[in-house]
C-alpha cells in the first residue's frame, strides 16, 4: 500500500493514488482478517512520522482532508476479502467494488467533516485571534 501511495494523480484535495486498487488485492489475497490488519499497520506507522502516505505522515495528517480515506482502506480490505470467494473474476471484481464503497463511506463524510467544522469555522477563528500576536 505504502509503494502505491506514491504513485499519484494529483487531483483536488485528495489525490489519486493505486491504494484502492492495492487494498482490494490485499483483502482478495489475505483474506478479511490479515488484509484489514495489513490495512491497521500502514495507517498506524503513517501516523507514527513514516511518511508514506501520498503527502507525507505523522500525526498531523489526522486533520487532512483525505485521512478518512485512510482509514476506509482498512475496513475496505475486510470487505474486499469478506465478500471474495475466489469462484469468479466477476465476483472478485463485485466483492472489490464492495470494498471500494466501505472505503467512501468512511473517506467521504471525513473529508466533509475537515472542510466544513475544521478549515472552515475552527481555522478563520483562530486566526482572527491570533491576528494580534502577528508581528507587523
Known amino acids: 500500500t505504502a509503494a502505491s501511495a506514491l ?3 494529483p487531483v483536488g484535495p485528495v489525490p489519486v493514488t493505486l491504494q484502492s486498487l492495492v487494498t482490494a488485492m490485499a483483502g482478495v489475497l489475505l483474506g478479511p482478517g490479515w ?17 508514506i502516505f ?7 495528517y489526522l486533520l487532512q482532508p483525505s485521512f478518512g ?13 469478506r465478500l471474495s470467494r475466489g469462484e469468479t473474476a466477476l465476483g472478485t471484481g463485485l466483492a472489490c ?3 471500494t464503497g466501505a472505503l467512501y463511506l468512511l ?5 466533509y467533516l475537515i472542510f466544513r ?3 472552515a469555522v475552527l481555522c478563520p477563528a483562530l486566526r482572527r485571534r491570533l491576528a494580534p500576536l502577528r508581528p507587523a
Open 54 to 60: 501520498a503527502a507525507g505522515g505523522g500525526p498531523g
Open 107 to 111: 473517506g467521504a463524510p471525513y473529508m
Open 69 to 81: 480515506f485512510l482509514l476506509g482502506l482498512i475496513p475496505a480490505a475486510w470487505v474486499a476479502g
Open 97 to 99: 467494488l464492495a470494498g
Open 7 to 9: 504513485l499519484k494523480l
Open 35 to 51: 488484509g484489514a490488519l495489513s490495512q491497521l499497520v500502514y495507517v498506524a506507522l503513517g501516523l507514527l512520522g513514516l511518511p
Open 117 to 119: 467544522a475544521y478549515l
